[in-house]
């Protein structure tokens, strides 16, 4: 038996991301074409970023709780959202949830220290990198970490929401993350977290000057090792 994974979407190339992922890599743990049970569901990303915008993440953990009760009318045992701006909400979302979660940032400082890293960059939307989400995760285990400048932050938003989530994939985006990373390692990093679910889809470790923190595929693979587990 397995565990029946619940999927709390935001934004949809993230979400499909990490879905694929959990059914792609399903079979290296239970055998040809299997995967555990998956249920996903997703507000309108509007509702979400009208939330978010105003700084709302009461507002958000509203959102997200009444997935996770729909979630848990279809049969979820856990639940995971390969979203990390909204994990902001956890805080609220915790007290009131029919169902356990994995936490986005804790599975990625996990698998940080694990992997031996010492010194992280930040990058994502700018309401996740001007937040403690990752950096009360990374200091629970001993991590250092870096965010991007003003500058940085301001561009590396505007691609995450103009054309990442839209599923618009640039050079000049790589370019950015390029200097970005490039900038951090100088400063001593030597890892990078891809705290944004879409930036995955454009940064890997081919690519990046920095090993890389998958964010969305490290949270299927926890999920694929908890819903598989005996």
């Known amino acids: 038996m397995t565990r029946h994974i619940g999927i709390v979407a935001c934004s949809a190339e993230g979400a499909a991301l990490c879905y694929r992922t959990v059914c792609?890599?399903?079979?290296?743990?239970?055998?040809?074409?299997?995967?555990?049970?998956v249920s996903m569901h997703t507000h309108s990303f509007a509702a979400y970023m009208r939330c978010i915008e105003s700084g709302d993440w009461p507002g958000v953990a509203e959102l997200m709780l009444a997935a996770a009760q729909k979630l848990a009318r279809a049969g979820a045992d856990f639940l995971i959202c390969p979203d990390n701006t909204i994990h902001q909400a956890m805080p609220w979302v915790l007290r009131r949830s029919p169902l356990p979660w994995l936490h986005i940032a804790e599975v990625v400082a996990a698998h940080a220290a694990e992997s031996g890293f010492h010194?992280?960059?930040?990058t994502g939307t700018r309401y996740l990198v001007d937040s403690e989400v990752y950096p009360e995760k990374l200091a629970a285990r001993g991590l250092e970490y870096l965010r991007p400048t003003p500058v940085e932050r301001a561009e590396i938003n505007r691609i995450i929401f103009e054309e990442l989530v839209a599923g618009i994939f640039k050079p000049e985006a790589i370019a950015t993350f390029q200097r970005v990373m490039s900038r951090?390692?100088?400063?001593?990093?030597d890892a990078v977290?891809?705290?944004?679910?879409?930036?995955?889809?454009?940064?890997?470790?081919?690519?990046?000057?920095?090993?890389?923190l998958d964010s969305t595929r490290l949270l299927a693979r926890a999920a694929l090792q908890l819903a598989t587990a005996r």
């Open 184 to 189: 951090m390692k100088e400063e001593g990093c």
């Open 119 to 122: 010194r992280l960059g930040l």
């Open 193 to 212: 977290v891809l705290g944004c679910t879409e930036i995955p889809l454009v940064m890997n470790d081919e690519n990046s000057p920095l090993p890389t």
């Open 24 to 37: 792609l890599e399903g079979p290296q743990w239970l055998g040809p074409l299997a995967h555990p049970e």
